[in-house]
């Protein structure tokens, strides 16, 4: 194993542990809020999917404001060419002319705007072993006899299995699209 995956396996167990009892946390707060279980797992839901969205629709952004990058770039230039630096600086590159090549050359650096992608990237994940747990703690609550608990927690393991194998189904084919056109 290498290091790399020791540490992707160790980010996992962590997520899941502290998702545990966050999970716990948040169910006691919605207790004394007044707050239903399935409410409290709506709104996890609902920002899982806000999550999961955010990724894409800024990839997207990004991609539409590159294509028209010279022409905003050239009226922003004139009204605040300080926007203009901070634009530059937030999306990673710098564009320099290289005297030996005698042409432009791009040098792309890690940015905020790809550490902001990886805290939401981190959020989701998080969110969703959230939505995860307090499934499953929702699920066993009314249950009285052990049997039925366990078959409870089986079928939930199940229905999130199911999901995250039909969502990877579906990527690789966009994927796959994605790379042809």
Request: no cysteine; hydrophobic share 55%.
């Amino acid at each position: 194993m290498s290091s790399v995956d020791a540490l992707t396996a160790l980010g996992s167990d962590m997520a899941f542990s502290v998702s545990y009892t966050i999970s716990a946390e948040m169910r006691l707060a919605a207790l004394s809020a007044g707050i239903a279980e399935h409410e409290l797992i709506a709104i996890v839901l609902v920002l899982a999917i806000f999550l999961s969205a955010l990724p894409s629709t800024l990839l997207r952004a990004q991609v539409l404001a590159q294509m028209n990058w010279d022409l905003i770039r050239g009226r922003l230039d004139r009204l605040a060419p300080r926007l203009v630096w901070a634009i530059e600086w937030l999306y990673g590159s710098e564009t320099d002319t290289d005297p030996a090549a005698g042409r432009l050359v791009v040098r792309t650096r890690t940015t905020l705007l790809q550490f902001a992608q990886l805290l939401v990237d981190i959020t989701r994940r998080i969110t969703f072993s959230l939505l995860v747990q307090l499934v499953a703690s929702t699920a066993i609550s009314h249950q009285t006899m052990r049997i039925t608990r366990i078959l409870s927690l089986f079928s939930v393991a199940v229905f999130f299995l199911f999901l995250q194998s039909g969502a990877s189904a579906v990527e690789r084919p966009n994927a796959v699209a994605h790379k042809h056109t």
